[in-house]
């Protein structure tokens, strides 16, 4: 410690105090909305157990802190150099000629050191958290766990698909729908094939499952329709069938459907997964939340310059009540302008990268303006 300048070590030890009080703040205030009257509501209908609610209250806890940090480090930076700003602090700097940019430097570090922490919650402790405290809600309800399940799994196949006259077409190859996947076996499975020309099959079972050994899927209780090119439809029925396909409706089954419960490799192969498929809106959807793990931790960086430029403007008078409301506007403008551009890039619009790039260069701009001006 004693190797960081004092005015750097001054300027930490006012900002620490701030941000630990508005980190609890955030986070109270977004568990109160978002958990903690649910589990409430499970409390009495459901006669949740207090200390399960508890339990799962502190495995959600890593989603919410995630979201605080940001705010957080807003507020924290506003009320610092505020409150540093009221008692003339600043200006005694300037007259000695430290810049407001010298002066902001230690902010712009702990936003940086805030920006690595949420980064890491997000992408270690938040997906895991949040399955754990899934569990453990359905265990004490009485309600169905595996450790391999999932519901309404699609997986459309796409490649080129042979036309009558011979020409052929990027199009739909096969389409696999299963109602539920649960350790390892698919139910009320229904496969529609579009690979030969001229000819629709559709393959109806009660379950399915792969054969490592046949390296197929075997199919149980089903049957097999098929329309032919002159228009009649054939239908067989079977106790068991084998058929050709791959895996991943395996894999897309194990991941989370939610992507921001994923961590950052799943996504990587989530994405792989859908368009190896030729699901093209899907793959691009999770290229931008791919994106957006990257930039909500950044979010800190941007909430940290502008707090800090705000807060070291000569005359600058703000009281805690003032900073709270200029930080909840500033926050409603941030995150709307980040789901805008989100939905353009799902959109296709703009390509994932600039979609979710744009918000944080934007307010990395506006920060920069009002760091000149604070310099002024």
């Not at 895996?247 to 459907?257: E, G, M, N, V």
Request: aromatic share 8%; glycine share 8%.
């Amino acid at each position: 410690m004693r190797r960081i300048p004092l005015l750097d070590r001054w300027l930490l030890s006012e900002l620490i105090g701030p941000l630990v009080f508005a980190v609890a703040l955030f986070t109270v205030l977004s568990l109160s909305v978002g958990v903690l009257f649910e589990l409430v509501r499970q409390i009495v209908e459901s006669n949740l157990p207090v200390l399960i609610a508890v339990q799962v209250l502190l495995q959600r806890l890593p989603s919410f802190l995630v979201l605080s940090f940001p705010m957080a480090t807003l507020l924290a930076t506003l009320l610092a150099y505020g409150r540093l700003s009221t008692n003339s602090e600043l200006t005694a700097l300037r007259s000695v000629g430290v810049t407001a940019t010298r002066m902001i430097i230690p902010a712009l570090v702990l936003a940086l050191l805030m920006s690595g922490l949420t980064f890491l919650f997000n992408d270690v402790l938040v997906p895991r958290s949040n399955r754990s405290a899934e569990v453990t809600l359905r265990r004490a309800l009485g309600k169905a766990i595996a450790t391999e399940k999932g519901d309404n799994i699609i997986y459309p196949r796409f490649g080129r698909v042979e036309e009558p006259d011979g020409s052929s077409s990027k199009g739909l190859l096969q389409l696999f729908y299963a109602s539920r996947f649960q350790n390892g076996t698919m139910t009320r499975v229904t496969l529609l094939d579009f690979s030969r020309v001229g000819f629709t099959q559709m393959l109806l079972a009660e379950r399915g499952q792969w054969n490592e050994q046949e390296a197929k899927w075997e199919f149980f209780n089903g049957q097999i329709l098929t329309l032919t090119p002159s228009g009649s439809t054939t239908s067989a029925d079977f106790d068991r069938y084998m058929y050709p396909f791959s895996t991943a409706p395996i894999r897309i089954a194990k991941l989370p459907k939610d992507a921001n419960n994923m961590t950052v490799s799943e996504a990587l192969q989530a994405e792989q997964l859908l368009d190896n498929a030729g699901d093209v809106k899907g793959a691009r959807k999770l290229q931008v939340r791919i994106q957006e793990k990257f930039t909500l931790p950044m979010a800190c960086l941007v909430f940290g310059l502008i707090g800090a430029s705000l807060g070291a403007k000569p005359n600058n008078r703000t009281s805690r009540s003032q900073g709270f409301g200029i930080s909840v506007v500033m926050i409603l403008v941030y995150y709307l302008l980040g789901f805008s551009f989100s939905s353009l890039g799902v959109k296709g619009t703009l390509p994932p990268l600039l979609a979710a790039w744009s918000p944080v260069l934007i307010s990395l701009a506006g920060g920069g303006f009002l760091l000149r001006q604070a310099s002024r």
